[in-house]
């Protein structure tokens, strides 16, 4: 099994590689879908990383593929620049997942 990157900078990626975790680089929101599509259907990939930047682009199909699919975990990590996530993002996931509002 398999992690891999998709992030929006080199940095971001050429870190990855030197710890054996491949990757892409991608800036539209059509790329984001296509590559995020692309690892969703890997059998190799258990891991999909992806910066919280390009999730921001698309969140409504990261967290619909989170919640509906089981393989690979998708995991968010912040870019170079630090933390993206705004501050309400933790609470939106759970109360879409369960359907409680906090």
């Known amino acids: 099994m398999k992690y891999f990157l998709i992030s929006d900078n080199v940095d971001t990626q050429m870190g990855m590689r030197l710890a054996g975790i491949e990757g892409v ?3 539209s929101e059509e790329h984001i879908r296509e590559e995020l599509k692309n690892a969703m ?6 891991v999909v990383l992806i910066t919280e930047t390009l999730v921001s682009k698309c969140s409504d199909l990261v967290y619909d593929l989170k919640l509906n699919r089981k393989r690979p975990l998708i995991v968010e990590i912040p870019d170079r620049h630090g933390n993206g996530r705004t501050a309400d ?3 939106r996931y759970v109360q879409e997942a369960i359907g409680v509002k906090l």
């Open 89 to 91: 993002s933790i609470t």
């Open 25 to 27: 680089v991608v800036h």
């Open 41 to 46: 259907d890997d059998p190799e990939i258990a």
